[in-house]
């Protein structure tokens, strides 16, 4: 090759250098143009109305008296946390996640063994059937069961005459704890197809082989189970829970249509919502916000923390 | 492979119809409510003694009417522009994510988490303050944007996982088979992240569709109020009728929709939620 | 049809790893050019850099007289199988083959792309499957479905992106056959990227072995197998690869590990030239001693060593001595390894012995070498002190000689038939 020509090459070779910076450079700046707008929106959907919060929770402020707006500090945490209806909401609040994320891990992953397990010709139907519920508007749900139990419209009471305790008379919505379980079955019905979704993800990621091996070294059904499956699932069964835990903790829907928090039944969301939508206290209630979305961040915190739940990792993210 | 016989056949039909029981029987009986006459409400029975479409009569073209009908219009309209919005915004944001490698990558799918998780209660009352106080508070677009808020987090981590899944090197074969960059991406990419499309439009319409929260807390007439807070507004004919008949009609009138995309696209459903929840 | 020229390419990630670094080869219309190595050699890149997906950061790239390196894929009008075959899901095998011809609006008539489709399917026997979607076909149908999209179009070449390796053994070497008839048949240049030796050896006219994005040797196979450049080409081709073994020279004499060698005068001088030298023996340079005829005895030398195992095949045996190394070559030999992608060299010598030899493990044994074919290397450098160019060179005339009488006698049949 003769000198000339190498100088040529040698020129072109920085020219595509700073082209191919370019390109690099450009790819990031799309990825920014196709993602941005959609980063964007959810910053201000969310960060900023949180941000917002916690500024208006600082003042005493009500939409009923907007000129006496005024800086109080941090006095409307003080009221809430000394108020004992706070304490009892949470109280009520924790109950329920307790309770429906328990029963429906287990009945959440009973479904997902009968979705992966079932027979072709049948496995159809019953995925349809369980998204049914999946799919429904959470407020038709607790109707639905609202109905079925109001000691007017209900037919529960008849049915189950023979079970002590359960009479025509019984009137499940004016106790705490009967009131209660009716929500709970409410909020179990319509939200384990989602859990059981999660389980069967995870389900379907254990391998075959695994299972059959230990068929093969004698293990029994339940044997497999417990020693195979489930520590092969762990990872999403943890996501699972720690999702239906947060959405549980904001459980509002089905008190409000069933009790609207009346005989104790109030939870942390519809204490919030009687406060700043019902009765304009926007302070305090934008206290109450705050201190609810710290709630979810201290059992996203445990959770991550102390059972190491890799939602990234379970989540697709690599 | 094992084979099927007649006694697991049936213990497997056995599961199927208990499961299908648990799953259905709280519609059916709202169902059975929705057709059943004033008077006979307090049968005490599941069933009706005779069905009646008394209650759809009267949210359809009798009393209610105008309150049934202006939901429903506000319901779909803003779900719907709620979820083409949140499928756009999503499927640039998820094509982003799986495609291009840019920074900031990993902190949209933690924000797209974070926000899912985000207490919704949390930010209604804000909102409310700052939406009355712009005037966006009682209007559709007042709705559409925090729906953003639940829609656009899991249509992001759908769509992403759905995207990684495509072989991308079809863009780069049909490029060298003498495609141009966008014949490529039209012939060989659009007919496979369709259905991926589609799928979490599904998931996300059910979930504005679901909304209660925003619904109740965002408007006050029937210029934006959707169906579900419609519903705990509904009143009686008059005063003294309980509006239980009417509730349960309207409630399937709204369930309708769910159940034909669940009956239509059970298997994208839930390969959809399936593949959001574990790495894609 | 179409010569392809690479100059001086370079590949350069953001990180300024160097994907492929002054690459240079000429391809002769016709010919069929294989790129080997180890897996992360460059070899992919450099395909890819070829048709056109990824960039070339500097040297240039000719199609004929043309520069194409600014050219988009579609421009080059080069016809490419990918490793996964890039099967359209959603289309029939009939429109999988048609999409090249579908893109080329207006150029192809309706019944010019049923007919071009049509001849295309026969030839690959793909004609019973047109209708099918790739996912109901099997491994072996979708590689044809692949091949179709690429022989349908008239492309100025075909580029092969380790097309055989998602297929079992057997089926693999039915494939390699296939390949090879159909591009004598068509004489279309084509470039073939693969990790396989024995697709490499049996489907080549040329063979280009890359490392580390550094293309070490271009030769025909015999040329690679029997004058290699280096130790990193000696030591890749052939299975079971070539021995080094660490040598001294004293007089005509090498001393090694598995004892002393006498050697031909020509290569004793080349080895004395270092203080120490590997010695690269392929396996089938050893024979049981006993079973060595007396005229082909004088060609080589006997001596005595003590195999730990054998294993019999049937059609031969192979015998494995092993030995201590010294501790400098021994880095080597594990840098080495490395490079040949090996978890490890094992310190041990593989003999090829007949099938009928009595040479059992454990027992000594008398082996006799031919010292005839025997190389030296440098192990500073890697070089071969001892590669006859010219013989090498003589080899891969003979290759190209043979590719030129083949294609013709293709096109002669083809012509017979037609």
Redesign the interface.
Known sequence: MSAPVDTRTGRRRRETGVVLSERRRS??R???W??G???V??????L???L??VW?SLFNFR?TAPGDKSFIGLKNYGVILTDSLFWRDLGVTSLITVITVVVELVLGFA?AL??HK??KS?R??????????????????A???F??F?I????V???FDWVPGIG?DLNWFADTWTSLSVIMA?EI?KTT??IS??L???L??VPDELTEAAEVDGATWWQRMQRVILPNMKA?IM?AVL?RA??A??I??NV??MTNGAYGTEV??LL??RT??GRLE?GL??A???L??LC?LII?FVAIKLFKVD???????? | MKK?TAK??II??V??IV??V???F??F??LA?SF?EPSD??N???LPTSWSGVNYEQILVGDAQELFLTSLRNSIGITLIATAIAVV??T??A???AR????????????????S??????????????W?TIGLYDTWLGLI??Y??LT??IS??TL??FF?QI?W??E??????????W?AFR??IV??AAPGVFTTAIIAF?IA??D??YG??LTSTEAARP??AA??FFTGASQFE?P?GA??AA?II??IP??L???GF??Q??SG???????? | MASISLKNLVKKYDDGFPAVNDVSIDIADGEFVILVGPSGCGKSTLLRMI???EDITSGDLYIDETRVNDK???DR????V?Q?Y?L???LTVFENIA??LR??KGKFSEDDVQQRVRTAATTLELTDHLDRKPGNLSGGQRQRVAMG?AIV?QADAF?FDEPLSNLDAKLRGQMRAEISQMQRRLGTTSVYVTHDQTEAMTLGDRVAVLKKGELQQIASPRELYEQPVNLFVAGFIGSPSMNFLPATAEGNILKTPIGDIAVPEALATQAASKDIVLLGIRPEYFEDASLVEESKLVHGTVFTAEPSHTEWLGNEQYGYIHFEPAPEVKDLLDGLARDLDADELRPQVVVTLDAASRIRGGRAAELWLDTRRLHVFDPATGENLTRDAAAGAALTEDANRERAEEIERAGREAAEAG
Not at chain 1, 152 to 155: D, E, P, Q, R, V
Not at chain 2, 118 to 130: C, G
Request: aromatic share 12%; with cysteine; glycine share 6%.
């Open positions: 790819e990031r799309l990825g920014w196709l993602a707008p959609a980063f929106v959810m910053l201000l959907v969310t900023y109305p949180i917002q919060a208006d939409l479904l009968v979705m079932a027979l049948l159809g139907f019953v995925r349809t059937a369980i998204l049914v519920p999946y799919g429904i508007i959470t407020v038709v749900s109707f639905a069961w109905y079925a109001d007017n419209s209900g037919f009471n008849n049915w025509p409410s019905w197809p989602f979704l999660l069967l993800a995870g379907a990621q999403a996501v999702f947060l959405d903790f904001r509002f829907d409000f249509i942390l969301s919030a919502y700043s939508i926007i209630g934008s109450i916000s705050v609810l979305f979810v996203c939602l990234a990792g379970a989540q697709g993210g690599k | 099927t697991t056949r497997w039909i599961i199927t499961v299908a648990y799953a259905l709280p519609v009986s709202i409510t059943k409400l307090s005490g029975k599941l915004l999503a640039l944001c094509y982003a994510i291009l490698d840019f920074p900031g990558k990993k902190l949209v799918l933690t924000t797209a988490l974070a926000v998780i985000f207490p919704v209660i949390s930010i209604v009352t804000p909102l409310f303050n700052v009355r944007i925090p953003l808020s656009l987090p992001i981590w992403a996982a990684r072989p090197e079809l780069q074969a049909a490029q060298v088979d003498g495609a141009t960059a014949q012939k060989a007919p496979l059910f569709w679901n209660f929260v109740i807390s169906v579900p519903l705990a309980s239980t509730i349960s409630a709204v369930t769910v159940v995309l669940v009956l059970q298997r459903i839930v939620l399936t593949q959001g929840a574990v790495k894609g | 048709v056109g997906l988009a894929p579609r009008n080069l016809a490419m990918f996964n890039a359209y899901p959603h999409f090249p893109l080329a999209r179009r580029l």
